[in-house]
Structures are given as C-alpha cells and as structure tokens.
C-alpha cells in the first residue's frame, strides 16, 4: 500500500506550523541545506522553513488534483535533493558554494536612515547569512537571470515566500510548446503580493539609416529573417526548460519574445516578477528580473548576427534612458574611476548589454530613504518607473515605422511594396495589441493598488505624500503610454484602410483597363465574325477563282455588306 502524502500548505494557525517547523526540522540532504535555528518567542509570520521542507510542501501539493499546475516548480525546485541521492553512492556532495564569476542575487536592506545597503551573494549559504544579518530590517533582493532551485529554496524557505510567485516566473512558453493550464493570472484581484511586469529592449541590426530604397523590403527576405529568428528562439526557449534543472549556469538570461519589426530595428521581451510581502515589523519585496549575464555569450541565440543576416558589429543594443533633472551636471560619477572603461567594455565585440541587466545597481539613490522604509510600493517605484521607460521607447519605435512605412510614394501606385507594407502593419499591431494589454494591467493596478495589495503604507504626513506622489506620477504615466497605444492602434487601423483602399482603386482601375480592351475586341468581332460566316458559306467557288463557278464575287460581296449593316445595327 503507498504511504500517504505528505502534509500540505493549509490554513492551520501560524503557532501550529511554528511547532512543526522547529520541533520536526528535516536533516541536511544537499550541500546547499542548512540547519535555521528559529527562536520561540520569533512572531508568527517570521517563521522559518528549510530548503527541504519548503521543496517538500510544494511537492505534496502538487500531487493533488487543484495542484497540478504546480508539477513543474515542484519537480524543478526537489531536483537538488533527487540528484543528490542518485550521487550518494558514488562520490561524496560538495560542500560551499560552487565558484561563480559574476553574482546574481543582490540584496539590498533598508533601515530609512541612509541609503540602501547592498550585498552581493552567489550561493544559498551566503544568503542564508545575509538574511540573518539582516533579520529586523527591510530587504529587496534582486535575481537576475537563470537562478538554480537551491537559491529558490533557500529564499522561499527563509520568508515563506509563495511558491506561485517562483510558478508564474518559471513558466515559459514556446510557440509549438506545452501552454499550460489556463490560470486566472491576469485577473485584478490575483495582483495581491505578485506583480508580473514587460521588459522590452530594443536592438538594432544596421549601421545604416532605415530606408524604402536603400535596403530590400520584400516580404520574402523580412519574412525569412522572421521565421529564422522565430525557429532559433524556440530553440533557447527548449534549451532553457530542459537544462536549467542542472546544466544551466547561473543567471542565464531567458528572452520570451523577439520581434523583427523591419530592416533594421528589433525588440526583445522579458519579464519582471514582483513578490511583497510583510516581515514581523518590516517588509521583504524580491525582484526577479529576466536579464542576466551578457546575452553576447549565447551564440545560437536569434538576436545573433548570423540569424539577422547582417554583421556581427552592426548588432547593437540600445540604451533605456530614464531621465533625471540635472543628471548630467551630478558630480557624483565624475568621481568613478572605471566609468570610462566600463563604457568601453559594454560597447567591446561580442558584448550585448541590456540596460535592465544594470537595474540593480545603486537601487533607491534617488528615492527618499526613509519613504522607502515604511511604504514597499514606494521602494519599488524606480521599477515601475524603468519599465514605463522601456514601453515609451518602444512606442517611439513603433511611431517611426508607421512614420515611414507610409509614405506618398508607396501611396501613388500599387505595387509589391504596398502588399508588404500592409503585411509589416498587420505584424507589427499585434505586437502592440501585446503592449498594449500589460500597460493597461499596469495602469489598472496602480489606479485601484491600495485596494488590491495588503502592503504596509506610511503614517507619517510626509512619507505619506511622498509615496501618494510617486504612485500618482507612475499612474500618470503609464496612463499616457494606454493612450498613446490607443493613438497608435488608430493610426494602425487608418494606415491599413488606406493601403486597402489603395489597392482596390488600383485594382479596380487595372479592371477598367482590361474591360476597355475587351470593348475593343467586341467591336472588331462584330465586324469580323460576319465576314467569316459568309466567307465560309460561299467558301472559294466564285466565278472569279474557280472555272465553271456559278457565282460572282459581287454575290459575296452584297450578301457581305447587308451582314456587315445588320451586325452595326445591332451593335447601336
């Protein structure tokens, strides 16, 4: 008979599941686990799981039939403990972390007396010690690309973090792949403590300016490139499931999306996971970000030179510019020693920066500290703040090739180009309709946040204006961005009825043309036909041609012209 399951998260007071979890701690059965002392009198919501029992509870759930949605997660985040069983017998566990050249998790405290305090971490045990140095005051971490299921333990163990929010993150999807079940993710109400944002870069695959002429825009070209990129986008996405369980190196970046929107301008689409959540007194907020390490290093990615048909230094990545009064004049990065040379390093061969890929550094410079403290919506708006820059950008993008997609040229006459320009529109809309539905989630989400989120809000006047602020400014904007897509996807539909119109005139008029020719046809058949019919009835035998004819030509010739005089009497 099968043991029963394991017991599973339910709604049993917090006291109860404080007993469980110290009396009943699991051993160590990864060089990644550790032992988390928890104290008695620690309140309720700060209570501690391990790695393993975290894996375990997730596990248990998703046996059931209303968890099914969660057997991926529960089979990625208990893959640790299956690999490390299967390698007991034949070589001892390493213990420590693994070395890693560049860290992705960054682990910012705050305290509202001075500026956010960060500390790199590159293995669960670093974290583990890091969040216990941290125990009494606020924290926002930052993941950045491909994190392995011990840091997803060790994070969700440590502050009960809701494995939906590491489900929603994991779930990717290829055009040909599994779509999963149908969840009510985009519903107001599910944006408690999860916030899911877009991230779109943009990139450029030609030095030279884009132009109707100087480059081929036939469809069959662009359409090429498409499916290319497309196909090889699969790829990364198949690769990604199937080896981020063990073979995948931290902080590998996920792209989601790519879209060629012309000759010389494409855009990549990653997401942004928001978890927030309170901590005893205090917050615990994690952004994880899609960006990781340099997508330069992936040379069978689509975004490379060899899918784009193009040079290897033509590919360029464009900055995200966020704009802040008087920037330029700070005297504060005048004193960097590396600036120049990281600017040099970023813009090497190879190298395919992404703006995001640097969110996390010197997070909150520019943010009240003390706001930041005591309301986590307010630490979270230079966030919401990057990402509204990234979708005005790319409304700039779209707004140039509608702008030169149309032009009097194309209008004149139908052509070829006509045919791809309405092919290129209809393309590049349902990218925007894409946009255009996360903006207005977003935009939804800031108007009506405090009736949906349980977050802590400030009580002090001060930080309380300075937070109601802030939240006003990101509404402000982001509701711009809806009705600029709204804009946009008029002009669309206005664009697109032109060029139809357009080639049914033309269309129509090169009927009228063959309709003409035909008339002409009609009119010299009705003088030709009947020459025919009495030529082929008196045939050659005329006195004229033939000895001993009976006939005389002159017989033809009347019987003709009488024919030829009924058949113009008809035709009036």
């Given at each position: ?6 017991p599973?998260?339910?709604?049993t ?11 009943r701690?699991r ?10 002392q ?9 209570t ?20 099914q ?23 001892e ?6 070395p ?11 305290d509202?007396?001075?500026?956010p305090?960060a500390r ?8 583990s ?8 005051l ?8 491909h ?9 969700g163990g440590?502050?009960r973090?809701d494995p939906?929010?590491?489900?929603q993150h ?7 792949g599994?779509l999963?079940?149908f ?8 944006w ?24 081929p ?16 986008l699969d ?6 499931l ?7 190196s ?6 989601r999306n790519?879209?060629i ?12 996971s ?14 994880w970000l899609?960006t990781?390490s340099?997508?330069?290093q992936?040379?069978?990615g ?6 784009l048909?193009?040079?290897?230094w ?5 900055p995200t ?6 920037a ?35 997070y909150?410079?520019h943010?009240?500290?003390e706001t930041?403290?005591?309301?986590p919506?307010?630490a ?6 990057f990402v ?15 702008d ?6 194309l ?16 393309y590049n ?13 977003i935009s ?16 002090a006047p ?7 602020d ?11 961005l ?6 946009l996807?008029?002009?669309?539909d ?20 063959q ?7 009609t ?30 030509i002159w ?7 009488v ?6 009497l008809?035709?009036?």
């Amino acid at each position: 008979m099968a043991s029963p399951p394991r017991p599973i998260l339910d709604k049993t007071s917090h006291s109860s599941r404080d007993r469980t979890n110290t009396k009943r701690e699991r051993p160590c059965a990864s060089p990644y686990i550790t032992k988390i002392q928890t104290n008695a009198n620690t309140q309720a919501d700060l209570t501690v799981v391990s790695e393993r029992e975290y894996a375990d509870r997730v596990k248990s759930y998703a046996r059931l039939w209303t968890g099914q949605h969660y057997h991926d997660l529960a089979n990625y985040l208990f893959a640790p403990y299956q690999r490390f069983f299967s390698d007991a017998t034949s070589k001892e566990p390493k213990v420590g972390a693994s070395p890693i050249g560049e860290r992705f998790v960054t682990m910012y405290t705050v305290d509202g007396h001075r500026p956010p305090q960060a500390r790199q971490i590159s293995s669960p045990l670093e974290f583990s010690q890091a969040a216990i140095d941290a125990e009494d005051l606020s924290a926002l971490i930052f993941l950045r690309g491909h994190q392995p299921p011990e840091m997803l333990n060790a994070i969700g163990g440590r502050y009960r973090v809701d494995p939906e929010f590491f489900r929603q993150h994991l779930e990717v999807n290829s055009r040909t792949g599994w779509l999963g079940n149908f969840l009510p993710t985009s519903l107001p109400s599910t944006w408690k403590n999860i916030v899911r944002l877009p991230s779109v870069s943009l990139a450029s695959r030609s030095s030279s300016g884009y132009s109707r002429s100087s480059q081929p825009h036939h469809e069959e070209k662009l359409s090429k490139i498409r499916n290319e990129t497309a196909r090889l986008l699969d790829g990364h996405i198949e690769k990604y499931l199937q080896s981020r369980e063990s073979h995948l190196s931290p902080g590998s970046s996920i792209v989601r999306n790519l879209s060629i929107h012309n000759n010389q301008y494409f855009s990549l689409e990653q997401h942004i996971s928001i978890y927030m959540a309170a901590h005893g007194k205090s917050w615990i907020g994690i952004v994880w970000l899609d960006t990781g390490s340099d997508l330069g290093q992936d040379k069978s990615g689509p975004w490379q030179a060899q899918a784009l048909q193009c040079e290897s230094w033509e590919v360029q990545f464009l900055p995200t510019i966020q704009h802040q009064p008087g920037a330029a004049l700070n005297s504060r990065h005048l004193f960097r020693a590396n600036t120049l040379n990281e600017v040099t390093d970023e813009k090497g061969p190879g190298r395919l920066i992404q703006t995001s890929a640097r969110l996390h550094e010197n997070y909150g410079e520019h943010l009240d500290y003390e706001t930041m403290a005591a309301s986590p919506f307010y630490a979270l708006t230079d966030v919401f703040a990057f990402v509204a820059a990234s979708e005005g950008q790319f409304l700039d993008l779209i707004q140039l090739f509608l702008d030169t997609e149309i032009d009097i040229d194309l209008l004149s006459r139908y052509s070829l180009q006509t045919r791809a320009a309405l092919w290129n529109l209809a393309y590049n809309k349902q990218i925007l309709d894409r946009h255009h539905r996360r903006l207005r989630d977003i935009s939804s989400f800031l108007k009506n946040y405090s009736q949906i989120v349980n977050w802590a809000c400030p009580t002090a006047p001060a930080t309380q204006k300075i937070s109601s602020d802030a939240a006003a400014r990101l509404h402000m904007d982001y509701t711009h961005l809806v009705e600029r897509c709204h804009t946009l996807n008029d002009a669309f539909d206005g664009a697109m009825d032109v060029l139809q119109n357009n080639s049914i005139i033309s269309e129509s008029q090169k009927a009228i043309q063959q309709a003409e020719g035909v008339a002409q046809l009609t009119r010299l058949a009705f003088f030709f036909i009947p020459l025919s019919l009495t030529a082929s009835i008196f045939g050659m035998n005329m006195r004229q041609f033939t000895d001993g004819a009976p006939l005389s030509i002159w017989v033809w010739v009347v019987t003709s012209a009488v024919t030829l005089l009924f058949s113009y009497l008809v035709l009036k």
